[in-house]
């Protein structure tokens, strides 16, 4: 099994485990079930009693976490691929490289067409050096092709990890959001105004009634 769905598979297995904990035992503490929803959405909802509502935000969370873990070490993976691509068919050395490298070697054919290309455009700020630790010089066009798809994939999964570490971060906000209303609801629901006129001076009072 490949090694991203494993991660996901243990993420799904404990959240799943957890919610399963909530229906069977009571967690207690003093921490306000608003608190607890922004740390773990649907854990406030679960305090209140409203299952259904906390299914759907650990659901959610469930689901936004396993995405997230499957596009970053999937990222990873792919990155790995691409590398191995490069030090193989353009004697490239991996280390200590960044992503603007990797950019530049999947456009270019050889270190020598990109450093004579932006010296015509006179930007010698981004020229690399003659050294062996930033050469690169495809054997085939077809393997640069190759390892440029791969690049581009890697970024795309890692820029859809960012995407939904938002989403998860959102799924907080907006449960302790819903946490919040629900405890006013609540309270509404406890009080009850009413008003008279007292007979005896024609005065306009106000009642308010608990109901606890």
Do not use: C
């Not at 494993?6 to 909530?22: D, G, W």
């Amino acid at each position: 099994m490949d090694k991203s769905y494993k991660i996901i598979f243990l993420i799904v297995l404990s959240t799943i485990n957890f919610s399963l904990a909530q229906g069977v035992i009571k967690i207690t503490s003093k921490i306000p079930p608003t608190i607890k929803s922004a740390i773990l959405p649907g854990w406030g909802e679960y305090d209140l009693n409203k299952s259904s509502r906390g299914n759907f935000f650990l659901t959610t969370e469930i689901i936004g976490v396993a995405l997230t873990t499957f596009s970053f070490v999937k990222s990873g993976n792919i990155a790995t691929s691409y590398r191995a691509i490069a030090a193989e068919h353009a004697n490239v050395i991996s280390d200590g490289k960044n992503h603007q490298f990797w950019v530049d070697i999947g456009n270019y054919a050889s270190q020598i067409d990109y450093n004579a290309e932006h010296l015509r455009w006179r930007e010698f700020d981004n020229l690399y050096p003659n050294e062996a630790n930033w050469n690169w010089d495809w054997d085939t066009e077809e393997k640069r092709k190759e390892f440029e798809d791969l690049r581009i994939e890697s970024d795309r999964m890692k820029l859809a990890g960012k995407f939904f570490i938002g989403g998860i971060i959102l799924n907080h906000i907006i449960s302790a959001i819903d946490v919040y209303y629900l405890k006013n609801i609540s309270l509404k629901e406890k009080v009850e105004f009413s008003s008279y006129i007292n007979p005896d001076n024609y005065a306009l009072v106000y009642s308010i009634q608990l109901n606890l």
